[in-house]
Nanobody, 119 residues
């Protein structure tokens, strides 16, 4: 599976951005899909997680009520809608897909996209 991210940028606090992650390849093997972020000097952390159909979601406490993860199964694209952005949301955001082709479980990562929120 190959992942291509887009949608990052610079936004003022309180603004919105939508990130996209387009998957190609053996997409039938997708198990879970998620977004992670890594701020300078910090470890990569989970932001949001969903299933391949998007019918079950989980969010980090810090983004609940502000971010929404969604999946378009027709185009194999995952989105992260980010509203009410805060300076502490500034980070490089990575999409992640876990695929299962028995017995192999594999992690796939996007190239990362920078999100900068100014105060």
């Amino acid at each position: 599976v190959q992942l291509v991210e887009s949608g990052g940028g610079l936004v003022q606090a309180g603004g919105s951005l939508r990130l996209s992650c387009a998957a190609s390849g053996t997409t039938y093997s997708i198990n879970t899909m998620g977004w992670y972020r890594q701020a300078p000097g910090k470890q990569r952390e989970l932001v949001a997680l969903t299933t391949s159909t998007g019918d079950s979601t989980n969010y980090a406490d810090s983004v609940k009520g502000r971010f929404t993860i969604a999946v378009d199964g027709a185009t194999n694209t995952m989105y992260l809608q980010m509203n009410s952005l805060k300076p502490e949301d500034t980070a490089v955001y990575y999409c992640n897909i876990v695929t299962i082709l028995e017995p192999l479980v594999s992690d796939h990562w996007g190239q990362g996209t920078q999100v900068t929120v100014s105060s």
